[in-house]
């Protein structure tokens, strides 16, 4: 199998054998108020702020927040009912907020340019919208989005079941990474340096769990807990694993899915990718269980389970988990009338494309890179084309087939849909639906979805500096 998740120079203290008994939960819940008539549910103020994410007693990060937080507040809105967060900004540059994953209307969607002028500082807007699927979402800001974001500025958002399950608690687990100086100051000088364009995007050098840099979860003995594990990296990809448990898969990219037992990888997370999972509590009192983080050649720890010691274990008896309500999408896709659209994705470092479109015009390779900055290229065109990609009449069927040509895996995201997976050329198809399609190289992977909302979306790769770098178009619903 192709390895080319690399390095991970994290610190010592976090790897597997040296890490520090106590951990610090500097994880709050969600600041809002009750909702009332006229007024927002939440208000998502940018600003600047110092975080801990270095170990305690190390110096502080200035990041950039959402009301202070790093992760932002752990949004929840209601499935099918009227949603209304206002954005005020008060960084020194413009934002916008990406809904990730929500199929919502274009003129919500966030996108600078292409759905809405981006909000210049001191500025406010009103991101409303009435969420058609249940499910773990996230946010975050899509103007100069491989520094914002990595500067800090997401967070998670749970569109609440109209009748949720019984589970005991319901538990977010926000994976990051950041690149730190040892002052604890972020790197700066990297934000969209060529060698990580070309590369694996911009990696970081500090694992963090809900912003801690180790996040304890306490539970009891006997208890059924549903996790929310989402990676709001970068770059980076995780496979997550809690040693001596069984989790089951219940949503993928917040769709439900027929539950089935993770199995080894089946808990890796490329960025932008939130998997669900139901997992039954079954250590003694008083057990410890790391929650790991492997990329391949480390694995890491990026916080714990923690069974509450002396307390009785629950008596529940447990039934099988029937899975969650389906959200309105279909179970499959009819592909005889399908619209079918090729993305051939080339560049990067070790097998660069000789030559490639920018802006209407044919560059070679070098001088592209140079001048331009831009190293990936989707069907030989670098960087966001004026006119779309393809453009569907709404209800259309499309399918795509996606063919990694490079030395480097992608996470495919596509704005304002979901799309499921109907081939691919290693291993056996996985006909979920997803929103971020995380590919190998020399991995082909095939999609289809129905192209039923209205609008301008983007396609690219949610490694962000790629995106930067790139990899980037759009299409059109009329
Ligand atoms: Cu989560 Cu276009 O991004
Ligand atoms: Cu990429």
Request: charged share 20%.
């Amino acid at each position: 199998m192709t390895q080319s998740r690399s390095r991970w120079n994290l610190s010592r203290r976090q790897l597997l054998s040296g890490v520090a008994a106590g951990a610090v939960a500097n994880f709050m819940p969600s600041l809002t108020a009750p909702a009332l008539a006229g007024t927002p549910d939440y208000t998502l103020k940018t600003k600047l702020s110092s975080v801990q994410l270095l170990d305690p007693g190390e110096p502080k990060t200035d990041v950039w927040s959402y009301q202070g937080l790093s992760p932002g507040p752990i949004l929840r809105a209601k499935q099918g009912e009227p949603f209304w967060v206002k954005l005020q900004n008060e960084l020194s540059e413009p934002t916008t907020i990406h809904w990730h994953g929500i199929r919502i209307d274009n003129a919500m969607d966030g996108v600078p340019d292409l759905t809405q002028a981006a909000v210049p500082p001191g500025g406010t807007f009103d991101y409303r919208y009435t969420p058609k699927d249940a499910g773990t979402y996230w946010y975050h800001s899509h103007y100069r989005g491989y520094e914002q974001v990595a500067r800090g500025l997401n967070g998670v958002l749970i569109v609440e079941e109209r009748e949720p399950p019984m589970v005991d608690q319901d538990i977010v687990l926000a994976f990051d990474d950041w690149r730190l100086k040892d002052s604890g100051e972020i790197h700066d000088e990297s934000f969209g340096s060529l060698m990580d364009r070309s590369h694996a995007g911009r990696l970081g050098n500090i694992l963090t769990l809900n912003g801690a840099p180790l996040f304890d979860v306490p539970v009891r003995s006997g208890e059924r807990v549903r996790l929310r594990l989402a990676n709001v990296a970068t770059a980076r990809v995780f496979n997550i694993s809690f040693p001596g448990h069984a989790p089951k898969i219940i949503a993928l990219d917040g769709q439900p899915v027929a539950p089935f037992d993770a199995g080894k990888e089946d808990l890796l997370l490329g960025p932008g990718q939130r998997i669900d999972v139901i997992m039954d509590m079954i250590s003694a009192p008083g057990q410890k269980t790391p929650i790991q983080v492997d990329t391949g050649r480390e694995t890491l720890i990026a916080g714990h389970i923690v069974y509450k010691a002396g307390a009785p274990p629950k008596q529940q008896v447990r039934k099988s988990f029937d899975g969650l309500p389906a959200n309105p999408l279909p179970e499959n896709v009819n592909l005889s009338q399908a619209l079918d659209v090729d993305i051939v994705m080339t560049g990067g470092a070790m097998s660069s494309f000789e030559q490639a479109v920018y802006r209407g015009k044919n560059f070679p390779a070098r001088q592209l890179a140079r001048e331009h900055g831009q190293v990936w290229a989707l069907n030989g065109v670098a960087g966001m084309p004026k006119a779309p990609l393809f453009s569907a009449a709404r209800g259309r069927v499309v399918r795509i087939k996606m063919s990694n040509k490079t030395r480097w895996p992608h996470a495919m995201h596509f704005h304002g849909h979901h799309v499921r997976e109907v081939a691919r050329s290693q291993g056996t198809v996985r006909p979920h639906w997803r929103d971020t399609v995380h590919m190998e190289p020399d991995e082909d992977i095939t999609v289809a979805f129905i192209a039923d909302n209205p609008g301008k979306w983007l396609i690219h790769c949610h490694m962000l500096a790629h995106q930067l770098g790139g990899m980037i178009t759009w299409f059109e619903v009329g």
